[in-house]
């Protein structure tokens, strides 16, 4: 009942009922400073404001036969410049999805009904540009489509509006001429809790959401919205399609640790979302440690429970996800565990 009063909350809400960020760092400056170096923060931003910005431009890159691709920055915005025999195209890049702590990728409004999600995406791991997920396999037969992929703004499936709305904090909404209006970059406090003008107002618990307060279930369909909740009764999913793993929920959902726990382990069990993510061994070692305390594995010396339980999975080099369907893996197994 918590999670559906919420979902009702955030699809009524208007965009004068969020206070953004630095409003509630007034009142949460701990909470707020963490929150704000999270990869879910900087999620998103205009692409010449970028922190990494200045990795992007870079020297020619050929795309099949016959076109060339850069990017450049010119009086401090980020351009996509192509070329084949005989045309030339030059457009700015408007927004970077992503913080850049696997890949950044960009997107640009073509028209009213249409944006281009680029043909190049900057990986952190290479520190290079390289086709996006899902561009390589294309075969472009002009130079506009050598510059990338278009979505429909708007379309209920395959809009980049959906793109927007979980990589922001607050509605999205496309005006007439297709130009989006967001109400706050990131996925900052207001995401998570819900808008905050009657909070800020009023001063009381009531007035805010908690997700702290929902149910293991629940709270693996409410971060589900983003990150894909777990699959409905009746919808098929394709365990060995190694893209499926990036799905965090619908794996965590699946889990014997996540089943047996009876609601005890859910997302916020392993990552504190006011803080960034922990990429050491040791700080998951102890979440593990408070259910499992085995001294089979003391024994042996393993001390890294994650790499064996949750192995990490490259549907495209260099990106790798942690698989969060937590069990007992064979050797050369990474996509389902054999218990």
């Known amino acids: 009942m918590l999670l559906l009063a919420f979902f009702a909350t955030l699809c009524t809400a208007q965009s ?6 630095k409003a509630c760092a ?9 929150q704000a170096a999270t990869g879910h923060a900087r999620s998103l931003h ?10 992007f431009p870079g020297e020619w890159e050929v795309r099949g036969p016959g076109y060339s691709l850069r990017y450049r920055l010119l009086k401090g915005k980020l351009r996509a410049q192509g070329f084949d025999a005989g045309n030339t195209i030059d457009i700015p890049v408007e927004w970077a999805f992503g913080a850049g702590d696997q890949a950044v990728t960009f997107v640009t409004r073509i028209n009213e009904e249409w944006h281009l999600e680029h043909y190049r995406t900057w990986y952190a791991a290479t520190g290079k540009m390289a086709p996006t997920a899902g561009h390589g396999q294309l075969r472009p037969k002009s130079l506009a489509e050598a510059m990338g992929l278009p ?4 379309d209920p499936n395959t809009g980049i509006l959906g793109c927007f709305e979980c990589h922001s904090t607050g509605p999205a909404t496309a005006g007439t001429d297709g130009a989006l209006r967001l109400t706050e970059h990131g996925v900052r406090c207001e995401a998570c809790h819900g808008p905050g003008a009657r909070h800020a107002a009023t001063r009381t618990k009531a007035s805010i959401g908690n997700p702290r307060k929902m149910t293991a279930a629940e709270l693996n369909k409410f971060c589900g919205r983003c990150h894909r909740p777990p699959a409905s009764q009746g919808v098929a999913i394709d365990w060995n399609y190694a893209w499926n793993v990036r799905h965090q929920p619908v794996y965590l959902s699946q889990s014997a640790c996540f089943l047996r726990s009876k609601g005890k382990l859910s997302c916020l069990s392993c990552h504190d979302t006011h803080g960034p993510l922990v990429k050491t061994a040791a700080g998951y070692n102890q979440k593990c440690a408070a259910c499992h305390a085995s001294p089979k594995h003391r ?3 393993l001390t890294n429970c994650v ?10 080099p260099p990106l790798r996800f942690t698989n969060h369907w937590i069990g007992v893996y064979g050797s050369a197994a990474k996509l389902r565990p054999q218990r």
């Not at 004068?16 to 960020?21: F, H, I, L, Q, R």
């Not at 009142?27 to 963490?34: E, G, R, S, T, V």
């Not at 790499?307 to 495209?316: K, N």
């Open 16 to 21: 004068s009922d969020y206070v953004g960020a």
């Open 26 to 34: 007034a009142c949460h400056p701990k909470q707020a400073a963490a």
């Open 46 to 55: 205009a692409a010449e404001l970028h922190p990494l910005a200045a990795k």
């Open 151 to 154: 979505y429909k703004t708007t």
């Open 299 to 301: 024994q042996t010396g």
């Open 307 to 316: 790499d064996c339980h949750m192995p990490r999975v490259s549907p495209q």
